[in-house]
């Protein structure tokens, strides 16, 4: 969320294992953070530090853990303003972008609250690219749950030891289609373009320098969003 506000994105995504890291929890991820921020620093040092002072502030470091990092007090200095998106200081909407209860696993309900804190704040191509990400774990994990090793490459591709990208996973998960019927109503064609939608519109957005998505857009993502999300979870909790 925080690359995406400060127009980093790409740089994140070019970053060795860094979203990869922290997906799945992995013990490099300080390694890849900290390559991270280098990089970004190496081009504009305001933004790598508008970056660490808004994990901060969301992290709410207490005293102790600035005994314990005492450079994280240079975040603390009041006279330097982040930079880069200039985020909204009261919350624009008090609904959820997606209303989603009972959230599974560990991984999903902290992403699911992001996507909802960027919304609530106003930062909408945020949320489209969370939401972008929430669907494509969600695929690739429902595809790993249905067919384990036995059919791998429907969802990673060992020899580069990477995930199939959101294109082929939708693809994938259409030619597989009639092995999920039963598990859920709703899995049908619209449910596909509305996956290829998301797929679409959340790589323009990473993509671009300018944020232009409108409030009234956000809006009609939403309904779309909730329903395929739900749609989602429900197979994968039914598998």
């Excluded at 106003?122 to 972008?132: C, P, S």
């Excluded at 774990?137 to 959101?166: A, E, M």
């Amino acid at each position: 969320m925080a690359a995406t506000e400060f127009g980093v994105h790409d740089t994140a995504s070019n970053t060795e294992r860094f979203y990869r890291s922290w997906n799945w929890k992995d013990d490099d991820r300080q390694v890849n953070t900290t390559r991270f921020l280098r990089k970004v620093a190496e081009e504009d040092e305001e933004i790598a530090l508008g970056i660490m002072r808004r994990i901060y502030t969301m992290a709410d470091a207490n005293t102790d853990t600035l005994k314990k990092y005492p450079a994280l007090e240079t975040l603390e200095n009041a006279e330097r303003e982040p930079v880069g998106v200039n985020l909204p200081q009261v919350t624009i909407h008090s609904e959820r972008f997606l209303d989603i209860d009972n959230v599974p696993g560990t991984f999903y309900p902290d992403l699911v609250e992001n996507i909802n804190r960027c919304y609530s704040l106003g930062i909408y191509d945020g949320t489209l690219v969370l939401t972008r990400k929430l669907l494509e774990n969600l695929l690739i994990d429902i595809l790993r749950k249905k067919y384990g090793t036995n059919r791998i490459k429907l969802y990673y591709l060992p020899g580069n030891s990477r995930f199939q990208n959101f294109s082929t996973l939708i693809d994938n998960f259409e030619d597989n289609l009639s092995d999920f019927e039963h598990l859920s109503g709703g899995l049908d064609g619209d449910l596909i373009d509305e996956l290829d939608s998301f797929r679409q519109n959340a790589n323009a957005e990473a993509h671009t320098i300018e944020t232009n998505i409108s409030e009234d857009e956000i809006e009609n993502y939403r309904e779309d969003a909730r329903h395929t999300v739900k749609l989602l979870f429900r197979v994968y909790q039914n598998i």
